[in-house]
């Protein structure tokens, strides 16, 4: 089950808890959300990283649960791996990916596809990433889906061990 790949390799208890909800929402949806983590991710101490990462993660899958409504195949993949003192975050949608002459606004603040009132998300997205010292990166074409890669250093908000 995916709460316990969750449970198993988050150990920040708000954090695991976030994504278990996105697992339900998910799952109401009927689209398949897949975690796989290697290494673990430790708590995050730091209150404004933690509430970063929520962040980063909620408007990431959100995004991808939404461009996966009009597909056949719905599986949102997101990936965790711990390399050293980085995170390598990836969320993966089987959606029908971003249109190029749309790809560079797609960050922009109000900037929406999907009506008014909208075009925050992806916005916030990159502005924490920023305020945490990570890059993003997106791969996408009309047809195969999108990609999105964050890494963040994670040893300025990290327990101590």
């Known amino acids: 089950?995916?709460?316990?790949?969750?449970?198993?390799?988050?150990?920040?208890?708000?954090?695991?808890?976030?994504?278990?909800?996105?697992?339900?929402?998910?799952?109401?949806l009927g689209m398949e959300l897949s975690f796989g983590?290697?290494?673990?991710?430790p708590e995050i101490v730091d209150p404004k990283a933690r509430n970063g990462y929520i962040t980063i993660l909620g408007n990431l899958i959100d995004n991808g649960?939404?461009?996966?409504?009009?597909?056949?195949?719905?599986?949102?993949?997101?990936?965790?791996?711990?390399?050293?003192n980085t995170l390598l975050l990836t969320v993966r949608d089987t959606g029908t990916g971003i249109a190029?002459?749309?790809?560079?606004?797609?960050?922009?603040?109000?900037?929406?596809?999907?009506?008014?009132?909208?075009?925050?998300?992806?916005?916030?997205?990159?502005?924490?990433?920023?305020?945490?010292?990570?890059?993003?990166?997106m791969d996408t074409g009309p047809g195969r889906g999108t990609v999105f890669s964050v890494r963040l250093p994670i040893a300025d908000h990290l327990e101590e061990e």
């Open 65 to 84: 649960l939404a461009a996966m409504e009009d597909t056949g195949r719905k599986l949102l993949e997101v990936r965790f791996k711990v390399i050293g």
């Open 37 to 41: 983590i290697e290494g673990s991710l």
């Open 100 to 137: 190029p002459e749309i790809a560079d606004k797609i960050f922009t603040r109000n900037f929406s596809t999907k009506g008014e009132g909208r075009g925050l998300g992806l916005y916030l997205t990159l502005l924490t990433v920023d305020e945490l010292n990570g890059t993003l990166e």
């Open 1 to 28: 089950e995916e709460q316990a790949a969750v449970g198993s390799g988050v150990k920040d208890p708000v954090i695991a808890g976030f994504l278990s909800s996105k697992c339900s929402r998910s799952r109401e």
